[in-house]
């Protein structure tokens, strides 16, 4: 018999089970980096979306002269602070909604990574339409878990089986307008992939997941365990030391928020 839960709305952002799961991300291949600064000749102001706990802020940040990073949640924005330790103070990270925050001119960069979802796209891009610089660039980035290893057919069959568990259904209908919504709003000069390699340990892996509105410990209660075991069983077979390979995937959409919907 399924169990439903409550449906994701952002505010699982501010549980610190959740945050202290976040780091347990996999990062976002090097390459993309390379590729958002090829991008962006002009290095005055980056604008981050949604920053999370700074996972793409305080890699770009040290080639921005000005950086806003905002997040509604104020435990991510805790521990973005915590990881920066104070090594970029130009970089002010402000909670507040992305629709509400008051926005410089001029904006290089604007990045939204693992976050554009859960913003109001037709309040949101009229604004950063108008604040973009002229030869200003608007990156939004996807994939950020592991996407190509023998066990990542099984392993994203549990995820969807689970879905359904929670009395889901993987890749609803609300789902999918959510995760598209921004479309109409956003002008995609082009589409890249990046990937690399990456080891990490079995536990972390399983960890991150919890980081995920769908599979907050908080959410999940007692079920979270059989989750876990679950997942554990699909990667153990691969594991060496408690570590597992694979790689992983992100992609890039580039280009400019429309001011008027297309």
């Known amino acids: 018999m399924a ?33 958002l600064l090829q991008l962006t000749p002009g290095r005055e102001r980056l604008l981050d979306l949604g920053c999370g706990p700074g996972k793409l802020t305080l890699t770009l940040a040290p ?58 796209a037709p309040r949101l891009f009229p604004r950063l339409a108008a604040a973009l610089a002229p030869q200003g660039q608007m990156a939004i980035l996807g994939g ?9 057919a099984a392993w994203n069959q549990t995820i969807v089986d689970w879905v359904g568990k929670l009395g889901g259904q993987w890749n609803d209908p609300g789902h999918t307008a959510r995760v598209t919504g921004h479309q109409p ?17 079995v536990d972390d892996l399983i960890e991150a997941e919890h980081s995920r509105a769908t599979w907050s410990r908080a959410k999940m209660g007692p079920l979270a365990q059989a989750f876990g075991a679950d997942l554990r069983a699909v990667v153990a077979p691969y594991a060496i030391d408690g570590k597992v390979a694979f790689e992983i995937s992100s992609t890039l959409w580039w280009g400019t928020p429309r001011s008027v919907a297309a």
């Open 185 to 201: 709003w956003f002008d995609v000069a082009a589409t890249e992939v990046f990937t690399a390699p990456i080891t990490q340990a």
């Open 144 to 152: 950020d878990g592991p996407a190509a290893a023998p066990w990542i």
């Open 63 to 120: 080639h921005f002269r000005e950086v806003l990073a905002v997040d509604p949640s104020a435990a991510m924005l805790r521990l973005a602070q915590h990881l920066d330790a104070g090594a970029n103070p130009h970089i002010a990270w402000t909670e507040a909604f992305a629709e509400d925050v008051a926005l410089p001119a001029n904006l290089d960069l604007i990045v939204a990574g693992a976050s554009i979802h859960w913003m109001d």
């Open 3 to 35: 169990v439903a839960v409550a449906q994701n709305t952002g505010a699982e952002f501010e549980d610190e089970g959740v945050v202290a799961a976040y780091v347990h991300r996999t990062p976002y291949p090097p390459a993309l980096f390379d590729r």
